[in-house]
Nanobody
Framework: QVQLVESGGGLVQPGGSLRLSCAAS????????MGWYRQAPGKQRELVAS???????NYLDSVKGRFTISRDNAKSTVYLQMNSLKPEDTAVYFC???????????????WGQGTQVTVSS
């Protein structure tokens, strides 16, 4: 089993920045792929960014150039740096992890509890 704990959410003004962190514990040696999903009220969950061993990344089109996913293997932590935030980025952000090393696979076995990001003036 793998446990994921997110932190770093909050309220930010449009154009501002936030960095989300996700600490993994448990059977972390099994993890090959990590990412961030988000879900806004009344909308379906969408995969925002993902990263696999070796550092390859993939992003949702609407966040390309604004968000950056990174991973610190020594700390078993994944980050999501979010810049130039927009009101439409408001959502609950979930950290996810999976053993399958396929960057474009949207299925994840392990999910965190989520952290709220609100972009509003």
């Amino acid at each position: 089993q793998v446990q994921l704990v997110e932190s770093g959410g909050g309220l930010v003004q449009p154009g501002g920045s936030l960095r989300l962190s996700c600490a993994a514990s448990g059977s972390i040696v099994s993890i090959s792929r990590m990412g961030w999903y988000r879900q806004a009220p009344g909308k379906q969950r969408e995969l925002v960014a993902s990263i696999i061993d070796g550092g390859r990344t993939n992003y949702l089109d609407s966040v390309k150039g604004r968000f950056t996913i990174s991973r610190d293997n020594a700390k078993s932590t994944v980050y999501l740096q979010m810049n130039s935030l927009k009101p439409e980025d408001t959502a609950v952000y979930f950290c996810v992890a999976d053993p399958v090393r396929n960057l474009f696979d949207r299925r994840y076995a392990y999910w965190g509890q989520g952290t709220q990001v609100t972009v509003s003036s």
